[in-house]
């Protein structure tokens, strides 16, 4: 069945650097597109990153632009986002989800994609 498992989360302090994975299986990686999405806590699902099927081509939110990176490596059916300069209001469930050229760039409702991972937990603090 499909699946996007997502790894790599977890406690950092301020200033520091995580790395968040996001394996997929279960269908054909390579032909989607793919996005990073976090919620905080009470807040609403905002949009991170998207990255294009080839990986050369990206897009971030103002909020991540210039901290954090997305790539991808389709020989191991997994996108990753690393994350640099963090601070507490990245404090999130990250989420990786598969999208169609439909959907559109950036922002996204949450039934424009097509496949949803279960999320990490990011905690920044110190």
């Known amino acids: 069945q499909v699946q996007l498992v997502e790894s790599g989360g977890g406690l950092v302090q301020p200033g520091g650097s995580l790395r968040l994975s996001c394996a997929a299986s279960?269908?054909?990686?390579?032909?989607?597109?793919m996005s990073w999405v976090r919620q905080a806590p009470g807040k609403g699902l905002e949009w991170v990153s998207d990255?294009?099927?080839?990986?050369?081509?990206?897009y971030y939110a103002t909020s991540v632009l210039g901290r954090f990176t997305i790539s991808r490596d389709n020989a191991k059916n997994t996108v990753y986002l690393q994350m640099n300069s963090l601070n507490p209001e990245d404090t999130a469930v990250y989420y990786c989800a598969a999208w169609t050229p439909s959907a559109g760039w950036g922002p996204k409702a949450k039934n424009d994609y097509t496949y949803w991972g279960q999320g990490t937990q990011v905690t920044v603090s110190s």
């Open positions: 279960g269908f054909t990686f390579s032909g989607y597109l």
């Open positions: 990255i294009n099927r080839g990986g050369d081509t990206t």
